[in-house]
């Protein structure tokens, strides 16, 4: 993998801002041709620094209006390759981490409404050796960075 400079650094945060910008838009931003970014937004595809691009959606808008961080509590040890087989199909699941501390894991989930993010814990508690969870929900977002 080859180091990534400051201009690499630039490029990636034009793109994490704007992904669908041009590559003569990046350049503008960031002081170099359109060629010159494609060479380099290519060189970080292929070094696995970018690892690709999405459409970011409103889930609001979509009708998931219901976000809750769920911190889940195991049945003794289980590997985390055994949660994300459990929780992968399940697709209220936002995302999914294993932390330090006395939760076992995060989960973050989005949901319609209430009776749609029990339903949701229930399938999350079925999934795996789950012990407990706790959940908080969310009222507002303050800050999100891709």
Request: charged share 25%; hydrophobic share 50%; proline share 3%.
């Amino acid at each position: 993998m080859a180091a990534v400079d400051d201009i690499d650094r630039a490029i990636v945060g034009v793109l994490s801002r704007h992904g669908r910008a041009t590559y003569a838009e990046v350049g503008a931003a960031v002081g170099l041709s359109a060629p010159a970014v494609k060479r380099r937004v290519d060189r970080l595809l292929d070094d696995g620094v970018v690892v690709g691009f999405a459409a970011v959606v409103d889930p609001g808008a979509m009708g998931w209006g219901i976000e809750a961080l769920v911190h889940v509590y195991c049945q003794g040890r289980i590997a985390p390759s055994a949660l994300r087989d459990a929780w992968e199909p399940i697709p209220e699941i936002v995302s999914a981490s294993t932390v330090a501390g006395t939760a076992d894991a995060v989960v973050r989930v989005r949901a319609r409404d209430v009776q749609h993010l029990e339903d949701t814990l229930e399938r999350i508690r079925g999934s795996a050796a789950i012990e407990r969870t706790e959940s908080t929900i969310v009222l507002s977002r303050l800050i999100e960075r891709a």
